[in-house]
T-cell receptor
Framework: AQSVTQPDIHITVSEGASLELRCNYS??????LFWYVQSPGQGLQLLLK??????LVQGIKGFEAEFKRSQSSFNLRKPSVHWSDAAEYFC??????????FGSGTKLNVKP | NAGVTQTPKFQVLKTGQSMTLQCAQD?????MYWYRQDPGMGLRLIYY???????DKGEVPNGYNVSRLNKREFSLRLESAAPSQTSVYFC??????????????FGSGTRLTVV
């Protein structure tokens, strides 16, 4: 069965510190992987996506993610967090018959 | 650049009432989706439509119906609202016709409370 696990429900980091959000997936075929960000009261915005090729992908807002097939992981990273990065982040995998599966999300708090 | 537009943004219903959530996209996307978002559960797919004229059930379809009115519009109907349907509802669309186009565009959501 297809599934996505985000083991960290909440994460707090200091502004300027580095960030890594974890995502593990279970998928029967070659996965297409995504990270989305949701600001309070807003819809989800696509940060980055991986289809094939280079396993390190760059996204918007200075985020990057690395696909590790052997670990079934697609962790999101940012070298230096800004206060405006405080949001909820969702990992997603798919498609299966044009459907995507989302993790339960990680809420990021940024301390000044 | 409207993208995906959902109406209404907020709604309070009494148990047993019915309502329709509207969604429209202006990107000429083939596929449209309805998700619900509940705390700690991420997004769960209610229904989706891979193309105009087709609809399919997702993970949590019970208590809902959908209509793909045309390529632009995909509505979600609650025939008899229940408190368990209190949630934030998101509509999304996707081209899905090529690798580069995979990935959703989301609406801003409808916050529904059933009392």
């Amino acid at each position: 069965a297809q599934s996505v696990t985000q083991p960290d429900i909440h994460i707090t980091v200091s502004e300027g510190a580095s960030l890594e959000l974890r995502c593990n997936y279970s998928y029967g075929a070659t996965p297409y992987l995504f990270w989305y960000v949701q600001s309070p009261g807003q819809g989800l915005q696509l940060l980055l996506k991986y289809f094939s090729g280079d396993t390190l992908v760059q996204g918007i807002k200075g985020f990057e993610a690395e696909f590790k097939r052997s670990q079934s992981s697609f962790n999101l990273r940012k070298p230096s967090v800004h206060w405006s990065d405080a949001a909820e982040y969702f990992c997603a995998v798919g498609p299966q018959w044009d459907k995507f599966y989302f993790g339960s999300g990680t809420k990021l708090n940024v301390k000044p | 650049n409207a993208g995906v537009t959902q109406t209404p943004k907020f709604q309070v219903l009494k148990t047993g009432q019915s309502m329709t959530l509207q969604c429209a996209q202006d990107m000429n996307h083939n596929s449209m989706y309805w998700y619900r978002q509940d705390p700690g559960m991420g997004l769960r797919l209610i229904y989706y439509s891979a193309s105009e004229g087709t609809t399919d059930k997702g993970e949590v379809p019970n208590g809902y119906n959908v209509s793909r009115l045309n390529k632009r519009e995909f509505s979600l109907r609650l025939e008899s609202a229940a408190p368990s349907q209190t949630s934030v509802y998101f509509c999304a669309s996707s081209d899905g016709t090529g690798l580069a186009n995979y990935g959703y565009t989301f609406g801003s959501g409808t916050r529904l409370t059933v009392v």
